[in-house]
């Protein structure tokens, strides 16, 4: 029934010099991958039936490259044989592929190399820190010529089309945009002035690679930085730009500098394609829309209400690869939806100024080990338990499924999901439940034998009789050794969520990390009077660099927040905190909330049973080390793939 609603995204996309199987495509992403790994990475998504592929940006001048050492090139004609092996496995796997080209501008790296980034201007950039030099009109027309060179190249190793670069802060961008577009020569001026630099790419391109090549051109509907370029500029040149050569239209939201939250999970799904409905009115050439896209249905909404003719498809497929076959197979509660976690970004900007990174994924501990074959079939089928029904328990028992052992998982509780069903419950985490939602029917999927509501128990180790025993039975919050704490108007962050605490008068939130901030939001925005305190410097510590400030953002006045304060005693009528200089001074509170951060919950019975029975077992996720979503899931992978 819900297949047939799913018409318009597997309808084949023609255009004059390129057809599209669907409607789907893979956006570009950076992902520091090498060679080998990044080939393999691009063909498990061909072969999960996306349509296009677009790779992340390829380089196409030396002093526009992002930093990377491995960052792929087209800048001379000896990288073209470098890239063509991968275009041609991704088109075995059933996808076309194009070619992103780029020149990163005041946004480049290259200081690390003893080089001072170009662009349009020299204006300061807070997302390198540096200062560019600016170009000099001779220069920019140089790069105008690298693009289509770039191109040609493109063209010449097997890509199917190449898609300029025109958005989220990098070189054309720049020139863009009236806030780093100072020049008042011929690339300067007015919105249609500051194009020229695009303009002059894109006709110097078709002239160079003719007219049977596809052509696409990503830029922002609007940059999202104060006094930057707005939806109305970019109507006013997206005519242009298909006039210049322009095939498909390809639209994003913003720059890296952006005030505006893009990226996380309290971003309505499918938030940006206001964008490329307007900019569809003014074309007549395909436009693609991109972000915040995790579910087929939202695709088809967005498709069939002429919003867009094309779906970019990002974090969606890093998550997972067969999100397109799946849903084109009725698969659709075996999709691993994204979570807009964010933790891709934060792995890959934690290598973008010289650190070692790659890209990463909360969810798929696969993702950029695609061509590995881990999860290898078990040399011989073995009786596995797994202890605990949260995320690491079931991904667990997911892959030891998938590796043929008989596997049966025990969770204590009357449902799975463990500390995920209280994640779901502060304000924005809906996105949580995606994950509760794949591991449960993967559980019937791949055929685990289920208990809920049950204890694991010396009497039914000896019921089972398991060869193996994975002990994933989580954490419970921790109680700090503060004076009063044992009062009944104490209660945890856990208590709170799971609604058995009862709220009385003011609040006060002891802890100011994740937990902490997002129990105070909830209880906010019930109206309640709250009170963070916390012993660092500043809050949401614990949170991700690419989600931090937006959620510090949307709590801002929400709450009243105390930094560099330690409870020195809770009392009756509220607590008693330190400052930084040793003062000391009370503040109100009917309830005081425990959020100092969670221990691993240790069974010790059990594993005196497991000992005393000489089974080999395992402790994964947060009853070995409590911790976050993803390095428990992907300890629970590793330790799955072993067994």
Not at 199 to 207: A, K, V
């Amino acid at each position: 029934m819900e297949q047939k609603k799913l018409w318009r995204v597997f309808e084949p996309l023609v255009m004059p010099n390129l057809t599209i199987k669907n409607r789907f495509y893979m956006a570009p992403m950076g992902t520091k991958f090498d060679g080998a790994h990044f080939q393999d990475y691009l063909v498990a998504r061909a072969k999960g039936d996306v349509g296009l592929i677009t790779t992340g940006i390829i380089s196409v001048h030396p002093s526009g490259r992002a930093g990377a050492e491995i960052e792929p090139r087209l800048e001379k004609d000896e990288d073209i044989k470098i890239l063509t092996p991968l275009t041609q496995a991704v088109k075995k796997a059933g996808a076309r592929i194009v070619a992103q080209l780029n020149h990163t501008g005041r946004y480049s790296f290259c200081r690390l190399h003893g080089l001072q980034p170009v662009a349009p201007s020299p204006v300061y950039s807070r997302y390198s820190g540096d200062t560019p030099r600016e170009l000099t009109t001779a220069e920019a027309d140089d790069l105008v010529v690298s693009f289509a060179q770039a191109a040609l190249r493109a063209r010449k190793a097997g890509f199917d089309g190449i898609e300029f670069c025109g958005s989220s802060g990098y070189l054309i961008s720049q020139f863009l945009s009236p806030v780093t577009n100072l020049r008042e020569d011929k690339y300067g001026g007015d919105t249609i002035e500051r194009a020229n630099f695009l303009l002059s790419i894109l006709r110097e391109t078709r002239n160079t690679v003719g007219a049977d090549f596809n052509i696409c051109v990503k830029f922002d509907g609007e940059d999202g930085v104060e006094g930057g370029k707005t939806l109305e500029d970019a109507l006013r040149i997206a005519p242009l730009i298909v006039e210049a050569g322009a095939d498909r239209l390809h639209i994003w939201a913003g720059w890296h500098e952006s005030t505006r939250p893009m990226l996380p999970m309290w971003v309505p799904r499918g938030a940006f394609s206001y964008l490329s409905e307007a900019i569809k009115r003014v074309v007549s050439v395909p436009v693609s829309t991109v972000g915040r896209i995790n579910d087929p249905f939202t695709a088809e909404e967005i498709l069939s209400s002429g919003k867009a003719d094309l779906i970019g498809l990002g974090r969606t497929l890093l998550c997972d690869p067969e999100f397109v076959k799946k849903a084109g197979e009725g698969r659709l509660k075996e999709i691993r939806r994204c979570l807009a976690c964010c933790y891709c970004f934060d792995s890959i900007m934690a290598g973008i100024k010289g650190k070692k990174a790659e890209l990463k994924c909360a969810v798929n501990p696969e993702l950029g080990h695609e061509g590995e074959d881990l999860i290898k079939p078990a040399p011989a089928p073995r009786r596995i338990l797994v202890v605990g029904g949260g995320p690491a328990g079931m991904e667990a028992a997911r892959v030891a499924a998938l590796r043929g052992h008989d596997v049966m998982l025990m969770e204590k509780e009357a449902q799975l999901g463990g500390m995920l069903n209280l994640a779901v419950i502060p304000p924005h985490k809906e996105e949580l439940r995606n994950l509760i939602d794949f591991y449960t029917n993967e559980m019937e999927v791949r055929k685990v034998k289920v208990r809920l509501g049950e204890t694991v128990t010396p009497e039914i180790l000896s019921e089972i009789r398991p060869d193996t025993v994975v002990l994933a039975s989580g954490a419970t919050p921790l109680i700090p050794r503060i004076p009063g704490v044992e009062q009944a108007h104490v209660v945890t962050a856990v208590d709170v969520l799971q609604g058995k605490a009862r709220m009385n008068g003011r609040v006060v939130v002891i802890g100011g990390g994740l937990i902490g901030m997002e129990t105070a939001e909830y209880l906010a925005d019930k109206g309640l009077d709250v009170s963070v305190v916390e012993m660092l410097q500043s809050v949401a510590a614990d949170v991700g660099p690419t989600t931090r400030w937006g959620f510090l953002s949307r709590v801002r006045g929400k709450f009243k927040v105390m930094t560099l304060a330690r409870v020195v005693e809770i009392t009756k009528s509220g607590v008693v905190i330190s400052d930084a200089e040793g003062k000391t001074r009370g503040i109100p509170a009917g309830t005081v909330v425990l959020a100092v951060g969670l221990s691993s919950r240790k069974d010790r019975e059990l594993i005196n049973a497991l000992n005393q029975a000489g089974l080999e077992f395992h402790e994964i996720g947060c009853c070995h080390i409590p911790g976050q979503i993803a390095p428990s899931i992907a300890e629970a992978f590793a330790v799955a793939c072993d067994l």
